[in-house]
């Protein structure tokens, strides 16, 4: 899946934050957060925020199934921005 031109622009200095994010009915295996600056000429330009985790064992990541027409909130990424090197 490809998303040009999006802006997800997230508030700072806040304990948590939400947004929305349509996606095609499917699943979803590794579902990751990734920051983005000025520009992107490779991969290694993306720094990892955060990944989602499988519920009952955070050590996996968690998959996610959607169904047409249905609408998913527990899709939650914890980010530490205190532990991020951003380039």
Do not use: C, H, M
């Amino acid at each position: 899946i490809a998303f040009e031109n999006v802006d997800y622009a997230q508030p700072i200095r806040v304990d948590s934050s939400s947004y929305r994010l349509a996606v095609n009915a499917g699943t979803y295996n590794y579902i990751v957060l990734f920051w983005v600056g000025n520009s992107i000429s490779k991969l290694s330009d993306l720094v990892e925020l955060g990944v989602y985790k499988n519920p009952q064992s955070s050590d996996q990541p968690g998959t996610i199934r959607v169904a047409d027409g249905e609408s998913r909130d527990d899709v939650d990424i914890f980010v530490d921005f205190n532990t991020i090197n951003f380039k």
